[in-house]
């Protein structure tokens, strides 16, 4: 059985910072790439940011690109996105991904003053 597990999101002022952790497991998550994705209300779910499997290879969303950073930890089969000069606009759901097909439940970000 795949499980992620996100956790870390919360209530946030602009320009704070927060940091998502996904663990997972039920699968070989070594070998596995991995994304964070995001849904805002009444928008639709967008990629956030991708790592390889060995953490060689990150990609951002232009949106995001300079604030956010994808990590991992493959001895703790974890997933991290530290997130850094947060705006009104990066409020949304936040979910880890994996191989692109498994999710996790999502964790609420908000950003508001």
């Known amino acids: 059985q795949v499980q992620l597990v996100e956790s870390g999101g919360g209530l946030v002022q602009p320009g704070g910072s927060l940091k998502l952790s996904c663990a997972a497991s039920g699968f070989t998550f070594s070998s596995s790439a991995m994304s964070w994705h995001r849904q805002a209300p009444g928008k639709e779910r967008e990629s956030v940011a991708v790592?390889?499997?060995?953490?060689?290879?990150?990609s951002y969303a232009d949106s995001v690109k300079g604030r956010f950073t994808i990590s991992r930890d493959n001895g703790k089969n974890t997933v991290y996105l530290q997130m850094n000069s947060l705006k009104p606009e990066d409020t949304a759901v936040y979910y880890c991904?994996?191989?692109?097909?498994?999710w996790g439940q999502g964790t609420q970000v908000t950003v508001s003053s």
């Open positions: 991904n994996a191989r692109l097909r498994y």
């Open positions: 790592i390889s499997s060995g953490g060689g290879s990150t």
